[in-house]
């Protein structure tokens, strides 16, 4: 039950950063919504492998996973003008080199 919760919430998830993105990609937003699909179908593949291989892989590929999609969502929020702060080109260099 817990995963299907879990399923929800990444789908919720998915679906609230895209609807941030929505109103700034114009004609960009074909595109965008593809490469979402693929980088959500590279998160949930990641954490399929749970149970399926040992602890320590599951949690480095995870944790890779994670901070590269966090970096990729900073990227887009700052490429299309949603979120700006100072720094934010550290914070995208820091968690591309991390993940």
């Given at each position: 039950?817990?995963?299907?919760?879990?399923?929800?919430?990444?789908?919720?998830?998915?679906?609230?950063?895209?609807?941030l993105l929505y109103?700034?990609?114009?004609?960009?937003?074909?595109?965008?919504?593809?490469?979402?699909?693929?980088?959500?179908?590279?998160?949930?593949?990641?954490?399929?492998?749970?149970?399926?291989?040992?602890?320590?892989?599951?949690?480095?590929?995870?944790?890779?996973?994670?901070?590269?999609?966090?970096?990729?969502?900073?990227?887009?929020?700052?490429?299309?003008?949603?979120?700006?702060?100072?720094?934010?080109?550290?914070?995208?260099?820091?968690?591309?080199?991390?993940?």
């Open positions: 039950m817990h995963l299907v919760i879990l399923n929800f919430a990444y789908i919720g998830l998915c679906l609230f950063v895209l609807g109103p700034h990609l114009g004609s960009l937003m074909s595109l965008v919504g593809l490469y979402g699909m693929l980088l959500s179908a590279f998160g949930r593949l990641s954490w399929a492998r749970y149970g399926r291989v040992n602890q320590t892989s599951f949690y480095f590929v995870m944790i890779g996973a994670i901070v590269f999609i966090i970096s990729d969502v900073l990227l887009a929020f700052r490429k299309f003008d949603v979120l700006e702060f100072e720094n934010i080109h550290a914070f995208i260099v820091g968690t591309y080199c991390v993940s």
